[in-house]
């Protein structure tokens, strides 16, 4: 449980303060929004494995510890079900905790205090008890991390009533929905792939939020919507290029699985008549299954032909880099989907 991540960490420096949006890496904006939350807010506190002096597994608090001490950000002990079950009890009696679950893998040893007390609180209490905390998950596959630490469980979180499931894709969004996810009064599982922490974009200053349950259209199309997750928004993006001219291809990134925004979804596919969800995770019972029912139910009335699927496989994530490939959606399995689709 204490494996060290391999590729370096992006550097997590402060943003300059300007009126015009800043080009960021996404682990330096996750940075960003944590020093301006707990500078405006001292009942937000970090807490998780390795996040004080070392700055977490992938640099996103580095810093904060010289800025805010160790009261506030703080290394536990290497128990999940432990630290959760604090970070609970903090929320509940007025704290405002963010968890760095070093793996998304590493939230199932503590799915009974996630599943059981914080989802449930709130709702077993009448609302008397608030359970404002974020639980940041490193998470997929594509860095050879092998099956234990390479998951996509978004999707396992996303049915458990009273979470709310948070998969960014850019630096801006990122930024904009973990503010969001630390003011919110209730426990969100923010999904973070590890992959992209690098990556970089424009994020806008200032008090930069996005909501939950709202949709984004990465790109406008005509003749098919593709709706794709996390870091898989990019690889639906380079399909769209490499289709530029022959098919004119709508990208839709969800952004929150929960809440999810039915609304604007279906709005893309009854005016595209045509659908391809794109999802890291498994294939059977994962997030591409819910969005594609979730579109045929909203949608069907429009639709040209059924829904189709491009996922992870079902098996555990391969270790080595070429099974571990083949195991992912690529483009060229996008490219060939749209490609089958009827026109």
């Not at 996103?60 to 160790?70: A, I, N, Q, R, S």
């Not at 799915?111 to 009448?126: P, V």
Request: net charge negative; hydrophobic share 45%; aromatic share 6%.
């Amino acid at each position: 449980m204490s494996a060290s991540p391999k590729p370096a960490a992006a550097e997590a420096a402060a943003a300059p303060v300007t009126a015009e949006p800043v080009v960021r890496t996404i682990g330096q904006a996750l940075n960003d929004v944590l020093r301006a939350e707990m500078a405006a807010d001292e009942t937000v506190i970090c807490i998780g494995e390795n996040v004080a002096a070392a700055g977490g597994s992938f640099a996103v608090t580095k810093g904060l510890l010289d800025e805010f001490g160790p009261r506030r950000i703080f290394d536990t002990p290497i128990s999940e079900a432990g630290f959760t079950g604090m970070a609970i009890g903090a929320a509940a009696t007025g704290l405002r905790p963010v968890i760095d679950m070093m793996f998304s893998d590493f939230a199932l040893l503590a799915m009974d205090q996630i599943m059981n007390q914080a989802a449930h609180l709130r709702y077993m209490t009448g609302g008397q008890l608030a359970v404002p905390m974020v639980i940041r998950c490193p998470s997929g596959a594509g860095a050879a991390y092998a099956a234990q630490h390479s998951q996509s469980l978004a999707g396992l979180f996303a049915y458990i009533p009273g979470l709310k499931v948070v998969v960014p894709s850019t630096p801006a969004d990122a930024a904009g929905l973990l503010r969001t996810a630390i003011r919110d009064p209730n426990p969100v599982l923010f999904f973070e792939q590890k992959t992209d922490y690098g990556r970089r974009g424009p994020v806008p200053p200032g008090d930069h939020v996005v909501p939950f349950g709202v949709a984004d259209v990465k790109r406008p199309g005509d003749d098919v919507t593709v709706i794709a997750t996390s870091s898989m928004v990019h690889v639906a993006l380079a399909a769209a290029e490499a289709l530029e001219g022959e098919v004119s291809v709508e990208v839709v990134d969800p952004r929150t699985l929960k809440p999810l925004d039915v609304e604007g979804l279906a709005a893309s596919v009854r005016r595209t008549g045509r659908c391809v969800v794109v999802d890291e995770g498994h294939r059977t019972f994962g997030p591409g299954a819910e969005l594609a029912a979730t579109v045929a139910e909203h949608a069907f009335d429009w639709l040209e032909e059924p829904v189709r699927r491009v996922c992870g496989a079902d098996t555990p994530v391969p270790f080595t880099t070429v099974l571990e490939r083949a195991f992912l959606p690529s483009v060229d399995d996008v490219v060939a989907t749209i490609r089958g689709m009827r026109r």
